[in-house]
């Protein structure tokens, strides 16, 4: 498989993960606090930002399994194994999302 078909879908489920996902509650003040002064502190803005902070946690928390696999194996890089377990931490992370969107 295609690693950048891989990265892609990382990046996908990180974003439906961000606008789906039950956390958003949690994001929202810290997000409200974060916002640059430039943005006007509307309720669109700070759920824009929330959502944001949360597919951006999601896609780094996701990669700590697969950079750690990296470095231990000692394969280098571009390994489509660390790609795999960086998708399979996406998708444990998005489960909430995903119950939350079906259900």
């Not at 470095?71 to 998708?91: F, K, V």
Request: cysteine-free.
């Amino acid at each position: 498989m295609d690693r950048n078909l891989l990265v892609f879908a990382v990046v996908g489920i990180s974003i439906l993960n961000g606008l789906f996902s039950p956390f958003l509650a949690i994001a929202v003040p810290v997000a409200a606090v974060l916002m640059p002064e430039v943005f006007p502190r509307s309720v669109g803005w700070v759920l824009f930002f929330s959502s944001l902070l949360v597919a951006s946690a999601t896609l780094l928390i996701s990669g700590v399994p697969a950079a750690l696999y990296e470095r231990l194996t000692e394969r280098g890089q571009g390994s489509t194994a660390a790609t795999l377990i960086w998708l399979a931490g996406a998708a444990l992370l998005a489960l909430p999302a995903l119950r939350h969107l079906l259900g």
